[in-house]
Each structure stands twice: as C-alpha cells, then as structure tokens.
C-alpha cells in the first residue's frame, strides 16, 4: 500500500524558514513526480512545486508565488521529497499536501492537481505578523 507521510510543518514569524518531508513508502518513487500543493482555509488546493525525472536528469517546477523562495528536492535514493521555504510570508500559511503519480509531466501539466493519485494527510504551516 502506497504511503506519503509529510512532516516538519509548523508555526514560525514572517521571514523565517521551515523545511517540510515527505517519505513515500510501498512502491519506489525515485523515477516518479513527486509535488508540493497547499491548501489555505476556505481556498482551492493550489500547486506548489514539483520534482519531475526528465531523461537522465529532472525538472523542478514552481508556482509564481514560491519561486526564489522555495526548493524542492529528492533525498533517500529518491523516496524522500524536501521542500524548504525560505523568507516565509502570512500568505503561505496553509496546509501543506504531498502528492505522487507514477508518470511524467510538464511544466503545464505537473500543475494539475488531478494527475496525481497519491497523496498525504497534510501538514499545517502557519506564518505570523
């Protein structure tokens, strides 16, 4: 059975930095999209960030709102996925969601929440003033 257990959220001050994990467990996910949505109350699950294989190497992608700030990255021969926030503001404050499909995927369709069938529980970030 498939697992992705996120951890490291947290209630940190603006600026600050937070790195979050993800470890996917049942299947090796080390060829495989791995991303980063997040969820704020009363707001859609957005997309973060994605770590995609592309040939001999991989793509990262990120949302306009992250990029310079976040970074996404592969640990544990692939099955650990990190994603460390740096200058945090109040508006990342959500819930952080890991999700995994076994495929590939572009700049435009990583995006898309709906092409991935595996996903963690969630873990909360919370950025104060």
């Known amino acids: 059975q498939v697992q992705l257990v996120e951890s490291g959220g947290g209630v940190v001050q603006v600026g600050a930095s937070l790195r979050l994990s993800c470890a996917a467990s049942?299947?090796?996910?080390?060829?495989?999209?791995m991303a980063w949505f997040r969820q704020a109350p009363g707001k859609e699950r957005d997309f973060v960030t994605a770590?995609?294989?592309?040939?001999?190497?991989?793509?990262?992608y990120y949302a306009d709102s992250v990029k310079g700030r976040f970074t996404i990255s592969r640990e544990n021969a692939g099955n650990t996925v990190v994603l460390q926030m740096d200058s945090l503001k109040p508006e990342d404050t959500a819930i952080y969601y890991c999700?995994?499909?076994?495929?590939?995927?572009?700049?435009?369709?990583?995006?898309?929440?709906?092409?991935?069938?595996?996903w963690g529980r969630g873990t909360q970030v919370t950025v104060s003033s």
């Open positions: 049942g299947r090796t996910f080390s060829r495989q999209t």
């Open positions: 770590i995609a294989r592309s040939g001999a190497g991989e793509n990262t």
């Open positions: 999700a995994a499909f076994a495929g590939f995927c572009t700049n435009v369709s990583c995006r898309d929440r709906r092409l991935y069938n595996f």
